[in-house]
T-cell receptor
Framework: AQSVAQPEDQVNVAEGNPLTVKCTYS??????LFWYVQYPNRGLQFLLK????DNLVKGSYGFEAEFNKSQTSFHLKKPSALVSDSALYFC???????????WGAGTKLIIKP | DSGVTQTPKHLITATGQRVTLRCSPR?????VYWYQQSLDQGLQFLIQ???????AKGNILERFSAQQFPDLHSELNLSSLELGDSALYFC???????????????FGEGSRLTVL
């Protein structure tokens, strides 16, 4: 069965430090992978996606994600965290059978000044 | 601003009642999706419509129903409400369908339903 996992419920990072939010997936075939962000009291916003090509994908707000096929991971990264990055982050993979997105449980990112 | 509009933003009602949530998709988008977000269940896909027709069903209860109208707006009807139905209900839209659905969804800001 296709699935996506975000192993951390919460990640705490000091402002200015690099951040990583982890995501692993399980799909048959080549995955379509996504990161979305949800700020407090807002809807989800698309950050970036990997479909094919370069394993390092750049997205909005200075975020990037690294696709690692051997480790079946798609971790979200940012070199220098901002307090305004504090939000809920969702990883998702596209289901081959019906093209719907399969969502991870979300990781709450807290950036402390 | 995603371009997706949801009303109402907040709704408080009693158990056993029925409510309707409305969504206007982004201009040009033919697909509309409904999601439920609760603290214990995370983000749950409910249903998708494309150009007026139901295309995919997720974990939608029989007490819930949806439709997409000719002008492409969509409504989610929740009936015989229970305390556990309290949640944020999101609508999202996208251009394509199936293989052409690249996965980039545009979300509204949600309707927060509280059932007392």
């Amino acid at each position: 069965a296709q699935s996506v996992a975000q192993p951390e419920d919460q990640v705490n990072v000091a402002e200015g430090n690099p951040l990583t939010v982890k995501c692993t997936y399980s799909v048959s075939g080549n995955p379509y992978l996504f990161w979305y962000v949800q700020y407090p009291n807002r809807g989800l916003q698309f950050l970036l996606k990997y479909i094919t090509g370069d394993n390092l994908v750049k997205g909005s707000y200075g975020f990037e994600a690294e696709f690692n096929k051997s480790q079946t991971s798609f971790h979200l990264k940012k070199p220098s965290a901002l307090v305004s990055d504090s939000a809920l982050y969702f990883c998702a993979v596209r289901d081959y059978s019906n093209y719907q997105l399969i969502w991870g449980a979300g990781t709450k990112l807290i950036i402390k000044p | 601003d995603s371009g997706v509009t949801q009303t109402p933003k907040h709704l408080i009602t009693a158990t056993g009642q029925r409510v309707t949530l409305r969504c206007s998709p982004r201009s040009g988008d033919l697909s509309v999706y409904w999601y439920q977000q609760s603290l214990d269940q995370g983000l749950q896909f409910l249903i998708q419509y494309y150009n007026g027709e139901e295309r995919a069903k997720g974990n939608i209860l029989e007490r819930f129903s949806a439709q997409q109208f000719p002008d492409l707006h969509s409504e989610l009807n929740l009936s015989s409400l229970e305390l556990g139905d309290s949640a944020l209900y999101f609508c999202a839209s996208s251009v394509g369908l199936g293989q052409s659905n690249t996965g980039e969804l545009f979300f509204g800001e949600g309707s927060r339903l509280t059932v007392l």
